[in-house]
């Protein structure tokens, strides 16, 4: 496949029109202060209500059936947390301080298990650029499960991945928090990035979240007397929900007829 590059800047008429069509639109209207205050009203809202899924595993009688319904509304909540919070700090639409949404954004998106680091660079430097395109977007790398591109190899099985795929999905989330981010962390290729390398604090960071993720997830909640039996069935529970939800969703939203 040949390597598809954009130039710096544009020429394009139409996309210097627009640009200043935007301009125009919002420094005549107040659109832009009242979309800035509910942007941190947003924020301010999804971090409370993960924060709060996660305080009430404390304040409730340790029990099963319980235990599910608060892992699984945590799941949910940083779903809702990194698809608010997350994404729109990920492109630094908080603030014009590039510290604060760096912060905004690795804060909540490594809390759900995910490293924040590289899923930045996939989502920013490949799929933006090239959205659905074979070859330079990340999110559509070939993978063993689901065919993806008709450009991709084919394998027998996957003449039925209209059947088994809702199961794959099943395991999105966690196949991501498990083996994706090791992947990605010291795969050289990726897509449209090529003899990827990245900073030595990068590695011990992305250890350091991941232990993090698992104290929350376990330690603290087995330290609260909860057994470690529950607390695993809750974990696995809570993604395969997360993991539906998260699918779906970006299905309607990516979806290119």
């Keep these: 496949m040949k390597k598809i590059k954009f130039s710096i800047g544009s020429s394009s008429v139409f ?10 639109l919002l ?3 107040k659109l832009l202060i009242k979309a800035k205050k509910l942007l941190w009203f947003k924020m301010a809202f999804y971090f409370l209500l993960h924060a709060g899924a996660y305080v009430v595993l404390f304040i409730s ?9 608060n892992y699984t509304f ?40 995910p490293n924040a680091y590289l899923w930045k660079i996939r989502h920013t430097a490949s799929h933006h650029l090239f959205p659905n395109v074979d070859g330079c977007d990340a999110d559509i790398d070939n993978n063993p499960f689901i065919r993806l591109s008709p450009h991709h190899p084919f394998r027998r099985h996957q003449r039925y991945q209209h059947l088994y795929s809702f199961f794959v999905y099943c395991f999105y989330t966690l196949h991501w928090f ?6 990605y962390l010291f795969k050289k290729k990726v897509a449209n990035l090529q003899q990827k390398k990245h900073p030595v604090k990068q590695y011990f960071l992305f250890f350091f979240w991941k232990l993090v993720y698992i104290s929350f997830m376990f330690l603290l909640p087995a330290l609260a007397g909860y057994s470690f ?29």
């Design 178 to 183: 498990l083996f994706k981010d090791f992947l």
């Design 15 to 24: 996309f210097n029109v627009l640009n200043k069509d935007i301009e125009r």
């Design 74 to 113: 945590i799941g949910l909540s940083g779903i809702l947390l990194t698809f608010n919070v997350s994404h729109d700090a990920c492109h630094e639409t908080f603030s014009k301080n590039r510290r604060l949404n760096n912060w905004l954004y690795h804060l909540s998106f490594n809390l759900q298990g």
């Design 229 to 257: 039996g529950n607390i695993l069935l809750a974990f696995f529970i809570m993604h395969v929900i997360s993991a539906l939800f998260f699918i779906h969703f970006l299905i309607v939203i990516h979806l290119c007829i």
């Design 27 to 29: 420094s005549g209207t």
């Design 61 to 69: 009688p340790p029990g099963k059936t319980g235990l599910l319904f």
